[in-house]
């Protein structure tokens, strides 16, 4: 248990769908942050957020759209999604942005069909 | 960006060997994890390690950070030890950790 909670864990969506996931952390961060784990790929940063306010966004889709309304909840909506878009995407937060030790949530496992 | 190198990329090994993960990195860092993901593809936090070396039991890490490397010794493996070691790393000025391919360990009792 690292702190920080993921919802849904599993998510299968057709291409024409919305829905959106949810992280919660209940460390007391200032940063949160989307990270996505596709097969035979590195970890890859998708967006970040310190203070609330949104400080990296890595040439992601305009399908991925973040939103962080406090400091300990960020959701990432989706809409219109791809079957390349299936993946794990996990949540992390840290004190602040920059040189913080990060802790990660369990993942949300996405299908996209 | 900058690169992150990990090696071996698989590794089997008897219950209760001992073994040495690399981690190469191409630029200056102020931050490097290292991360255990367990089969249901949780990242558990393992050392959070700049620089100098820490141990925690079996585990411990050593970063060289002016060599722009880390290494990960594991002693006396243990069947749960098994899964996806990664190395982490924070570029200087930047916001985000970028991520290793990772060494898949495998332990066999």
Known sequence: ?113 | GIQVEQSPPDLILQEGANSTLRCNFSDSVNNLQWFHQNPWGQLINLFYIPSGTKQNGRLSATTVATERYSLLYISSSQTTDSGVYFCAVLQTGANNLFFGTGTRLTVIP
């Not at chain 1, 007391?28 to 590195?42: D, E, I, L, T, V």
């Not at chain 1, 959701?75 to 949540?91: G, K, M, N, R, V």
């Not at chain 1, 840290?94 to 990660?104: D, I």
Request: aromatic share 10%; net charge neutral; hydrophobic share 30%.
């Open chain 1, 1 to 113: 248990e690292t702190g920080v909670t993921q919802t849904p864990r599993h998510l299968v969506m057709g291409m024409t769908n919305k829905k959106s996931l949810k992280c919660e952390q209940h460390l007391g961060h200032n940063a949160m942050y989307w990270y996505k784990q596709s097969a035979k790929k590195p970890l890859e940063l998708m967006f970040v957020y310190s203070l609330e306010e949104r400080v990296e966004n890595n040439s992601v889709p305009s399908r991925f759209s973040p939103e962080c309304p406090n400091s300990s909840h960020l959701f990432l909506h989706l809409h219109t999604l791809q079957p390349e878009d299936s993946a794990l995407y996990l949540c992390a937060s840290s004190h602040l942005a920059g040189a913080y030790e990060q802790y990660f949530g369990p993942g949300t496992r996405l299908t996209v069909t």
